[in-house]
Each structure stands twice: as structure tokens, then as C-alpha cells.
């Protein structure tokens, strides 16, 4: 315990660089999988291809990769982008199925009434067909998540620093609580972002739950005020 | 008006849908394309407002041809009801009735007044404004889509089986509302269906199709119940049994109809009377 307040800065600092190196592959792979996971759909065999390809991706190693990354691009070896761009592949990996699925699995009559009274393609796409498959990316986005927050750690072997650091240096020394403290880090940012995905897929899918809406549910207080 | 002119469709694996159909189509009127699946009505239907483009021929509307029309303005000119309503889940019964003209660019404070108006229209309590389609019953969903449908005040309404999918009691109910609305609104309806009551109840013209997309006979319900075209038309419609086959027996208590399995179906009312 004395260790963990004696460098509160210290982990505060790497919990900073593991968010900050954790949300851009996430968003980047989930930005990216869609126009993908979309294209898949309009062709039997490139659909195939394009999910054989994630899949594929997803089986290289994580540790290697990190240390291609610089030959592969041509950035520097302690470059954060290294980082980045790998899991932002594995983000993508990962996402690619679920979002063709996902996009998939809207009803084709609802799509087909969008259609007959007017949405042009690019309309329906946005104001159809994504926000239905809502549900579905949101549970593959969630995976996604918890997935790249714990993949972060493995960049510490390579220099790019965050809590997995904490595992690195905790091993090196034999010194369980810094370990402690890295796992136990990693897990609450997983956690925080889960709920943080949770939290706008509700803001942003009101439909789909399930109960009474709250106006009626108000209304129906208010009555019960009024007549009593 | 909507003119068909020696209309053929042939889907790419080769089915031919619609075969050389040529049809004129009344505007205010309700006309009725009947025939069970396969028969190529909804096909058709879908041609109007080119969901499908046909393979040969052409399909004018007030004598301009569809082809040469921006198909997606088209459709948000053309009032479209299907089965199962085809609403949107994620928008509430106000929002799904405001589409078409939130697409044309309506401000949303007017869309959704105008969508509370179309609401009263239809028969739905102004209440069920911020439900989602899911927290209605069937019925409710089928009037919600009429009101989407009306909500451009379209010249024409194409309904695709809009009450295949509600109970008996719902539909008839349904059937007598859209007849209400038509008699106020005039609007050129073409209506699909494979229901021959429903045809006769609701159509001005009818059109019975055989399977591939040929005519089997068109006219008024009147005329096709009178003399249908050949046997195919008369089983279609019932013309030769059951209740549609009436004959008049003479009782003590006075002149009674009864329909082909002996039963009672009414009286002879006497026309200076009832007039």
C-alpha cells in the first residue's frame, strides 16, 4: 500500500497514457469496420474474403507485430503510433464480422418501406440501417473495448508506456503489489469504458428499452396525485 | 391517371413476373389487383413508384413516363402502405408519420403538427404520438402506415397487403375506415391483395390475375360477379358456390335468399322501400 501512495503520480500518469492510447484504435477500428463490414454485405464472395482476412488478421501475435510496426510504416521503434495502428488492425480484426452481421441482421422489410417512401441509399444508411444495427455493434464494440485496453499492456515491452509498465517493472523486481496495482488498473479502465459504451448506447438508442416511457409513467404519478 | 403499356418483367434468374400487361388505371379511384402469390400484383404495385424497373414497356403517371423520374423524388410523391406496416422501430408513431416530409425538408415543430392532424385522421388517439411502433397493437401499426402514407397528401397511394397481416375483426374494421377516408379523400389507390372479399368490398376496378402476371379479367365487382370471364375467375371469386351463390326461396313468411349450403343469408328487401 505504502508503495502505491509513494507514486500515485506515477501510476496516474500511465493510467493517462493507457486511455489515450487505448481509445483511438477503438474508435478507429469501429469507424472503419462499418464502410467494411457494409461492403462485405453487398457480395456473397467478397463477404468470404473480407471475413476470412480479420479473422487471419486477429491470429498474428500482438508482441511481433509491435516490433514490425516501424519496418512495415517507417516510424521510429518507441513511436506510441506503432501501438496505435496495431491494435487499431486488431480493433478492426475483431469488428469487421460484427458490424457485417450486425448490418445484416436488419429487417429487409423495414429497409424496403425506407426505400419505397423515399430515403435515397445514403439517407437510409444513416438513418436506418446504422442505428437499427445499433444493438448488435454496440456488443461487438464492447468487446472491442475490453480487448484493446488489455492488448495496450503488452506495448510497455516495446517502450510504449502505460499500466502494463507497471506489470513489467512489478516482474523485473519481484514485487507483487506493483503488479497488483497495473492488473487492478487495467480493469477498472476496462470497466469505465464498458459503462461509458453502455451509457451512449442508451442516450443514443432510446428504443430499445423496453419499458413504459417515462412521460406516461409520470403522467400516470400525477394522476394518482390529482385523484387522491 | 396511371398508364401500364405492354409491361413486361423478367427477374435475372429468368422468371418472367409480368407478361405484356397493359392496364389504365382511373385517377380517384380505388383499383384492386387480386391474384395469390406469384401472380405478379405486387410486382406491378412496386413498378409504379419504381422500386422495380420493367424489362420492357413503360408506366406513365399523368402521361409522363416513371423512367424518365428521379426515382427517390418519385417515391416521396407517391403515399406507400405495406404489410406489417413497414414502420420504423426506432421512431415513435409521431416521427414515423412525419418521414416523408421531414425528408422534403418540413420543419420538424410543423412535421409533427401535421402528424398529430393525419393521427385524428386515421383514428388513432393523439396519446400513442411518442409510442414506439412495437408498444401498438396490429391495427393501430396498419393505421399508423396509412397516416405515413397520407402524410405528403400524395395524388396516389400504393397499398401493398397493408391488412394481410391483422385478425378478421381488425381488418374489416380497417377496410371500412380506408373506404371512409377514400370517399373524403379521392386519392387514385392502387391496392394489392390476395383476398377476393376484400377486392370486391374495396375496389372500384379490380384486376384478377392468373399466375406469371397475365389478366385474367378486369372490371367492376358488379361486372365480375355477374359474368365472370371464364372458370378460373368464377372459382377465384366464389361466383359458383357458397355464399356468393345465392337463390331465392319462396317462404310463407315471405321471399328469403339463400346461399348454396341452404342457409339463410337475408331477404328480398323491396327496392321502393329501401329507397
Same mark, same amino acid.
Given at each position: 500500500?505504502?508503495?502505491?501512495?509513494?507514486?500515485?503520480?506515477?501510476?496516474?500518469?500511465?493510467? =493517462?497514457?493507457?486511455?489515450?492510447?487505448?481509445?483511438?484504435?477503438?474508435?478507429?477500428?469501429?469507424?472503419?469496420? =462499418?464502410?467494411?463490414?457494409?461492403?462485405?454485405?453487398? *457480395?456473397?464472395?467478397?463477404?468470404?474474403?473480407?471475413?476470412?482476412?480479420?479473422?487471419?488478421?486477429?491470429?498474428?501475435?500482438? =508482441?511481433?507485430?509491435?516490433?514490425?510496426?516501424?519496418?512495415?510504416?517507417?516510424?521510429?521503434?518507441?513511436?506510441?503510433?506503432?501501438?496505435?495502428?496495431?491494435?487499431?488492425?486488431?480493433?478492426?480484426?475483431?469488428?469487421? %464480422?460484427?458490424?457485417?452481421?450486425? $448490418?445484416?441482421?436488419?429487417?429487409?422489410? +423495414?429497409?424496403?418501406?425506407?426505400?419505397?417512401?423515399?430515403?435515397?441509399?445514403?439517407? *437510409?444508411?444513416?438513418?436506418?440501417? $446504422?442505428?437499427?444495427?445499433?444493438?448488435? $455493434?454496440?456488443?461487438?464494440?464492447?468487446?472491442?473495448?475490453?480487448?484493446?485496453?488489455? $492488448?495496450?499492456?503488452?506495448?510497455?515491452?516495446?517502450? +510504449?508506456?502505460?499500466?502494463?509498465?507497471?506489470?513489467?517493472?512489478?516482474?523485473?523486481?519481484?514485487?507483487?503489489?506493483?503488479?497488483?496495482?497495473?492488473?487492478?488498473?487495467?480493469?477498472?479502465?476496462?470497466?469505465?469504458?464498458?459503462?461509458?459504451?453502455?451509457?451512449?448506447? %442508451?442516450?443514443?438508442?432510446?428504443?430499445?428499452? %423496453?419499458?413504459?416511457?417515462?412521460?406516461? %409513467?409520470? *403522467?400516470?404519478?400525477?394522476?394518482?396525485?390529482?385523484?387522491? | 391517371?396511371?398508364?401500364?403499356?405492354?409491361?413486361?418483367?423478367?427477374?435475372?434468374?429468368?422468371?418472367?413476373?409480368?407478361?405484356?400487361?397493359?392496364?389504365?388505371?382511373?385517377?380517384?379511384?380505388?383499383?384492386?389487383? #387480386?391474384?395469390?402469390?406469384?401472380?405478379?400484383?405486387?410486382?406491378?404495385?412496386?413498378?409504379?413508384?419504381?422500386?422495380?424497373?420493367?424489362?420492357?414497356?413503360?408506366? &406513365?403517371?399523368?402521361?409522363?413516363? #416513371?423512367?424518365?423520374?428521379?426515382?427517390?423524388?418519385?417515391?416521396?410523391?407517391? !403515399?406507400?402502405?405495406?404489410?406489417?406496416?413497414?414502420?420504423?422501430?426506432?421512431?415513435?408513431?409521431?416521427?414515423?408519420?412525419?418521414?416523408?416530409?421531414?425528408?422534403?425538408? #418540413?420543419?420538424?415543430?410543423?412535421?409533427?403538427?401535421?402528424?398529430?392532424?393525419?393521427?385524428?385522421?386515421?383514428?388513432?388517439?393523439?396519446?400513442?404520438?411518442?409510442?414506439?411502433?412495437?408498444?401498438?397493437?396490429? !391495427?393501430?401499426?396498419?393505421?399508423?402506415?396509412?397516416?405515413?402514407?397520407?402524410?405528403?397528401?400524395?395524388?396516389?397511394?400504393?397499398?401493398?397487403?397493408?391488412? /394481410?397481416?391483422?385478425?378478421?375483426?381488425?381488418?374489416?374494421?380497417?377496410?371500412?375506415?380506408?373506404?371512409?377516408?377514400?370517399?373524403?379523400?379521392?386519392?387514385?389507390?392502387?391496392? #394489392?391483395?390476395?383476398?377476393?372479399?376484400?377486392?370486391?368490398? &374495396?375496389?372500384?376496378?379490380?384486376?384478377?390475375?392468373?399466375?406469371? /402476371?397475365?389478366?385474367?379479367?378486369?372490371?367492376?365487382?358488379?361486372?365480375?360477379?355477374?359474368?365472370?370471364?371464364?372458370?378460373?375467375?368464377?372459382?377465384?371469386?366464389?361466383?359458383?358456390?357458397?355464399?356468393?351463390?345465392?337463390?331465392?326461396?319462396?317462404?310463407?313468411?315471405?321471399?328469403?335468399?339463400?346461399?348454396?349450403?341452404?342457409?339463410?343469408?337475408?331477404?328480398?328487401?323491396?327496392?321502393?322501400?329501401?329507397?
Amino acid at each position: 500500500m505504502s508503495w502505491f501512495i509513494a507514486n500515485l503520480g506515477l501510476i496516474w500518469q500511465l493510467t =493517462l497514457d493507457h486511455i489515450a492510447l487505448s481509445v483511438p484504435p477503438i474508435v478507429l477500428g469501429f469507424a472503419l469496420s =462499418l464502410p467494411i463490414g457494409w461492403l462485405a454485405n453487398r *457480395r456473397r464472395l467478397a463477404r468470404g474474403g473480407i471475413l476470412s482476412v480479420g479473422g487471419i488478421l486477429y491470429a498474428i501475435p500482438s =508482441l511481433p507485430l509491435f516490433v514490425l510496426m516501424p519496418a512495415l510504416i517507417g516510424t521510429k521503434i518507441l513511436d506510441p503510433v506503432n501501438v496505435v495502428i496495431a491494435l487499431t488492425i486488431y480493433a478492426l480484426a475483431l469488428m469487421v %464480422r460484427t458490424s457485417a452481421d450486425a $448490418l445484416a441482421s436488419v429487417d429487409r422489410d +423495414v429497409l424496403q418501406s425506407s426505400t419505397a417512401v423515399g430515403y435515397s441509399a445514403w439517407q *437510409r444508411f444513416w438513418a436506418v440501417e $446504422l442505428p437499427l444495427a445499433g444493438g448488435p $455493434l454496440l456488443a461487438g464494440l464492447r468487446v472491442v473495448s475490453v480487448s484493446t485496453v488489455s $492488448l495496450v499492456s503488452v506495448g510497455a515491452v516495446v517502450g +510504449v508506456n502505460s499500466l502494463g509498465y507497471l506489470f513489467l517493472d512489478g516482474f523485473n523486481r519481484y514485487f507483487p503489489e506493483e503488479i497488483l496495482v497495473g492488473i487492478i488498473g487495467s480493469v477498472i479502465i476496462a470497466l469505465v469504458f464498458d459503462g461509458i459504451l453502455v451509457l451512449i448506447g %442508451r442516450l443514443l438508442m432510446p428504443w430499445t428499452a %423496453r419499458t413504459t416511457p417515462r412521460w406516461s %409513467r409520470g *403522467r400516470a404519478v400525477s394522476a394518482l396525485a390529482h385523484g387522491a | 391517371m396511371i398508364e401500364f403499356r405492354s409491361v413486361t418483367k423478367q427477374f435475372p434468374d429468368g422468371t418472367v413476373a409480368v407478361d405484356d400487361f397493359s392496364l389504365i388505371i382511373p385517377s380517384h379511384k380505388t383499383t384492386v389487383l #387480386v391474384g395469390s402469390s406469384g401472380s405478379g400484383k405486387t410486382t406491378i404495385l412496386r413498378m409504379i413508384n419504381r422500386m422495380i424497373d420493367p424489362t420492357h414497356g413503360s408506366i &406513365l403517371i399523368d402521361d409522363r413516363d #416513371v423512367a424518365g423520374l428521379n426515382p427517390v423524388a418519385l417515391r416521396r410523391s407517391i !403515399g406507400y402502405v405495406m404489410q406489417n406496416s413497414g414502420l420504423l422501430p426506432h421512431r415513435t408513431v409521431a416521427q414515423n408519420i412525419a418521414t416523408v416530409p421531414r425528408l422534403r425538408g #418540413v420543419r420538424r415543430a410543423s412535421a409533427r403538427s401535421q402528424a398529430l392532424e393525419l393521427m385524428q385522421t386515421v383514428g388513432l388517439d393523439a396519446e400513442l404520438a411518442d409510442r414506439y411502433p412495437s408498444q401498438l397493437s396490429g !391495427g393501430q401499426q396498419q393505421r399508423v402506415g396509412v397516416a405515413r402514407g397520407l402524410a405528403v397528401d400524395p395524388n396516389i397511394l400504393l397499398m401493398d397487403e397493408p391488412f /394481410g397481416a391483422v385478425d378478421p375483426l381488425v381488418r374489416a374494421e380497417l377496410q371500412h375506415e380506408l373506404l371512409r377516408l377514400q370517399g373524403e379523400l379521392g386519392k387514385t389507390v392502387v391496392f #394489392v391483395t390476395h383476398d377476393v372479399d376484400e377486392a370486391l368490398l &374495396l375496389g372500384d376496378q379490380i384486376v384478377i390475375f392468373r399466375r406469371g /402476371g397475365v389478366v385474367a379479367q378486369k372490371g367492376t365487382p358488379a361486372e365480375i360477379l355477374a359474368s365472370p370471364a371464364d372458370e378460373f375467375v368464377a372459382s377465384f371469386v366464389g361466383a359458383d358456390r357458397g355464399k356468393r351463390a345465392l337463390h331465392v326461396e319462396h317462404t310463407r313468411g315471405g321471399d328469403i335468399v339463400v346461399d348454396s349450403d341452404g342457409n339463410a343469408a337475408g331477404v328480398l328487401a323491396d327496392e321502393n322501400a329501401a329507397s
